[in-house]
């Protein structure tokens, strides 16, 4: 009798919480947490994998000290794309110290920089090894500060095949904080400044940090895989025409890089809901269509 009224328990207990279970779970894909290893400290991120994705992303964070990005990720996952999202170096699960402004620090000198380079490239070799097919095309997509980040990452791991960039300069490090404090967070600036006064400032006003600036360009000058920047014209973060000059000198040069300006936007292209989103995963489709074509043809 104890053992049956021991099993009935068990089982009522399991129907009342299996439901909740499966609920925490999109139709779509299933999502798994995992742990890894990037410059001495564990770092703590879910994966969000639909049943036949044709590519895989990982998420590269911007400047603020931001746990994995799940409502991004699912919102990609929906569309077919694998993700891997991580909290932030020292932020949530994750290990080691935050560097950046809300504690006090300059977070975009080379070292940190770099260091964050590691970290997402400590990611794509993870995620490589949870992808069921090995010729799924591994990108990044970032926002913001992922614009110095990625390209450094992409530079040092041939795994990486594509990048996404939402809102991300081209630009360096010292031109991109001059910009910022002469916008100084004006959400009106671009109603009483024009483009020649950006530049000014930004080439000219004198530097409020003291660092050795990281170009962007160094890197990307080194990289052949295709990459998409997404911009707002209204945005007072980075000087976008700017940094679409700099793109535009890439391209001469062959580098298979692309963008698209939305006139109505500001910095944060990535989580409007309609176009710059909807463009990323079109794109995306498209390059990595080509990729797994000339993976199967070899």
């Given amino acids: ?143 913001s500060q992922a614009g110095w980040i990625i390209p450094i990452a992409a530079s040092k791991n041939p795994q990486i095949e594509f990048m996404v960039l939402f809102s991300c300069p081209t630009i360096t490090t010292l031109e991109q904080l001059r910009f910022q404090f002469y916008t100084n967070g004006n959400n009106q600036f671009w109603e009483n400044h024009t483009e020649a006064d950006a530049l000014e400032h930004t080439k000219n006003d004198p530097d409020r940090y003291q660092f050795v600036a990281t170009d962007p360009k160094t890197s990307l000058k080194s990289l052949s895989i295709p990459g998409l920047w997404l911009f707002g014209e209204k945005d007072i973060q980075i000087p976008v025409k700017l940094c679409i000059e700099q793109l535009n000198s890439l391209k001469v040069q062959g580098k298979p890089f692309e963008y698209t300006l939305f006139s109505t936007l500001g910095h944060n292209t990535a989580f409007n809901i309609t176009e710059p989103f909807s463009l990323s995963i079109q794109w995306i489709k498209q390059k990595t269509l080509n990729t797994k074509k000339s993976k199967v043809s070899k």
């Fill in 1 to 143: 009798m104890k053992i049956n009224f021991f099993y009935n328990l068990f089982l009522w207990l399991l129907l009342i919480t299996l439901p909740i279970t499966v609920f925490s779970q999109s139709t779509d894909f299933v999502i798994q947490d995992v742990k890894f290893e990037s410059q001495g400290i564990t770092l703590a991120g879910s994966i969000l994998k639909p049943k036949d994705p044709f590519a895989a992303v990982v998420i590269v964070h911007g400047s603020d000290p931001v746990k994995r990005e799940m409502e991004f990720a699912k919102r990609l996952a929906k569309e077919g794309i694998a993700v891997l999202t991580y909290d932030k170096r020292g932020v949530g699960e994750s290990g080691g110290v935050y560097v950046g402004p809300s504690v006090g620090t300059n977070n975009i000198d080379t070292a940190n920089l770099n260091l964050l380079s590691q970290d997402a490239n400590a990611a794509v070799n993870t995620f490589r090894k949870y992808l069921k097919d090995k010729k799924t095309p591994i990108g990044l997509v970032g926002f």
